[in-house]
């Protein structure tokens, strides 16, 4: 990968890209209430950081959480003991330090959110670099383009979670790696072996890189490429293809051997040395999440097992036209022969093959952020349609369809300039025009690919420009709006802790107006043992979806759906709310059959585990009380 000739413009373009994802990131920061898993990411690298203690959390390796929490060490923050601390009770502890701290949520999720900002901002630098390497300067600056109009890079940017910087390791870990089969220097495999250890100490997922090193080890034991006897030396003699595969192999161990001791001592680093047997614990959980599978949907279906196009459809559904018509444009240009170096083409092709070949055996299809270190490797391959002949000599035998191609490039970033600029700030909810865009996002996908819980501020704003004070809500995982100001009445949502459960606040009798406000992943009721919990209301036109993330309902005049409340309370075992919804039902409606249902099934103790009688769809209790979140691994 030598250097082609520099523009001398090509730097400070690279900038303004950059900045260009800065102000996006700062802008869904800014927007976006906590999601599932944040709380506890930030509690857990805090308590690693000030503990030495990996009890937290252990799901995950703690690199990226630690990164995350350094800022917060420069606040004077209280850290729940007691109880909680000794149960290692995660969601509650992380609940309590980041909304009831003596700092406010959003300052402590801001200092949390920055590094990885910073991360990706890292990423895409090294993305431009390489890219220019490979395809020159205008193609390096298409490549971070594609990426920094990409709104699920955005998303996944600015959230404490493990997918970013796992792919900026997995990333700088090939791209070393393959520098160093260039140009043999024991620096090039030092830096490979500390990101190879970084990225086993951001995910689990982590270990997908090893098929990829391992497919791109045996391409180069193939090719003429000489590699050193001894790598870690800058003196030591080189071995040619003539000198036989034995010694290549030997060579090549000798290479993997030495990243993979820096690599160990990097992930044991991350846990302080003494706290390494928690990666083994967290790896175990890992394991057995990825063999069990988990509950999943797609277009209204739901299952435990995915299905093998889950991230395919995935990733056309989520991704902005204009990108994909630059992609595809790249892919016919590598047919007709505007390729690069053998080497490089390898290198760009093996990873996101390989990835996306493992994704469609993967049971856990809960977000499309899985796929993401496949994507400074397609990103990359694009920089194709604008290579100078000097990287890619078959440009300069078709100047015409040159001149085509950087048509192509020029329309799709601007095509997904105008997307990037009309879904901001709600980067994590888009969808395309495939499927309708992001209101109808949620007849598609869920979880992480739209509803973790980051749209409690836009509902707050749409309660304040309706005047109204007060809504029911149905919402998923412990990202509980209350903490945002949305004063609500508690509806059966997914993964809830209990404080939300608990709280008691009913809606007052005398609003003139009263509203049902539904997250997507409620409505669908993806983790409720039943999945018909709220079907009534998914066939309704909402009156307002804030943040693309709410369905809200006037429910003023509708006692059908108070009384399916009132049945939904009892049903959930929130039995006060329950009779506080039946006589609120017989108040406007004293035959109400399913009020009366939920009453004597009250006076009765509550001996089912459903009303009886009651002419109502089947309800159903949480699938896993254990688990608030909808899964963020």
């Excluded at 000798?254 to 991350?270: F, P, T």
């Excluded at 049971?363 to 920089?383: C, D, E, M, T």
């Excluded at 997250?519 to 983790?527: F, Q």
Aim: with cysteine.
């Amino acid at each position: 990968m030598g250097r082609l000739p520099s523009a001398p413009r090509a730097v400070p373009a690279a900038m303004a890209l950059l900045a260009l994802l800065l102000v996006q990131g700062l802008i869904f920061i800014g927007e976006s209430s906590q999601t599932s898993d944040e709380a506890v990411h930030l509690a857990g690298g805090y308590s690693y950081l000030t503990r030495g203690d990996f009890r937290l959390n252990p799901e995950h390796p703690p690199l990226l959480k630690e990164i995350a929490a350094l800022p917060l060490l420069l606040l004077d923050l209280d850290f729940p003991e007691g109880r909680l601390w000794e149960q290692a009770e995660e969601w509650n502890i992380g609940r309590l330090f980041v909304h009831e701290n003596r700092v406010r949520n959003d300052t402590i999720l801001l200092l949390g959110r920055l590094p990885m900002l910073a991360l990706s901002i890292l990423l895409g630098w090294n993305l431009f670099q390489c890219g220019r390497r490979i395809f020159g300067d205008h193609g390096g600056l298409l490549s971070l383009a594609l990426y920094v109009l990409d709104p699920n890079v955005v998303a996944n940017s600015c959230l404490v979670t493990t997918d970013i910087g796992l792919t900026l390791f997995f990333f700088l870990t090939i791209l070393a790696a393959w520098r160093w089969a260039d140009q043999p220097h024991p620096g090039r495999l030092a830096l490979a072996g500390a990101a190879f250890g970084a990225t086993l100490a951001s995910k689990y997922t982590a270990v997908w890189i090893l098929p990829v090193i391992g497919t791109l080890a045996l391409f180069l034991l193939l090719s003429d490429l000489p590699l050193p006897a001894r790598p870690w030396s800058r003196h030591s003699p080189l071995i040619e293809r003539r000198d036989g595969v034995a010694k290549r192999v030997l060579a090549i161990l000798a290479a993997g051997a030495m990243v993979a001791a820096i690599g160990a001592a990097v992930l044991a680093a991350s846990y302080f040395g003494t706290g390494l047997p928690a990666y083994w614990t967290g790896l175990t959980q890992g394991m057995k999440h990825t063999g069990e599978g988990h509950m999943a949907y797609l277009a209204g279906e739901y299952s435990m097992e995915g299905w093998w196009y889950y991230f395919l459809l995935a990733y056309v559904i989520k991704t902005p036209i204009g990108i994909l018509i630059v992609l595809a444009a790249a892919l016919v240009a590598a047919v007709l022969g505007w390729r690069a170096g053998r080497r490089a083409e390898i290198c760009l092709l093996i990873p996101p093959v390989l990835l996306i070949a493992i994704t469609c055996f993967w049971k856990v299809n809960i977000g499309l952020r899985h796929l993401l270190p496949a994507y400074p490797f397609l990103y990359l391959a694009a920089g194709r349609l604008l290579a100078p002949p000097a990287a890619v000599p078959a440009v300069a035998a078709r100047p015409r369809l040159r001149k085509l191609a950087t048509a192509v490039a020029l329309v799709g970033i601007a095509w997904s300039g105008i997307d990037a600029a009309r879904i901001a700030p709600y980067h994590l909810t888009y969808f395309n025009a495939f499927v309708g865009g992001p209101s109808q996002g949620h007849r598609w996908l869920l979880d992480s690919n739209l509803d973790w819980g980051q749209g409690a501020k836009a509902l707050r704003r749409f309660m304040v420009e309706r005047n109204v004070p007060f809504v029911y809500c149905a919402f998923s995982g412990n990202s509980d709006p209350w903490y945002y100001g949305v004063r609500y009445q508690y509806a059966p949502g997914t993964g809830n802790l209990d404080v939300s459960k608990k709280r008691g606040f009913t809606v007052p009798d005398a609003l003139p107006r009263v509203y049902l406000a539904i997250a997507p992943m409620a409505l669908h009721a993806v983790h409720f043992k039943q999945h018909d919990v709220y079907e009534w209301l998914r066939d309704r036109e909402p009156l307002a979806m804030p943040a693309n993330t709410w369905m809200v309902y006037d429910i003023t005049d509708d006692i059908e759906t108070h009384a399916l409340l009132a049945v939904l309370y009892a049903n959930f075992g929130t039995l006060d709310l329950a009779d506080v919804q039946a006589h609120r039902v017989l108040r406007r409606d004293p035959d109400n059959a399913l009020a009366r249902a939920v009453l004597e099934y009250l006076a009765a103790g509550a001996p089912g585990a459903n009303v009886p009688g009651a002419d109502a769809p089947a309800m159903g209790a949480e699938r896993d009380t254990s688990r608030p979140g909808p899964g963020g691994r």
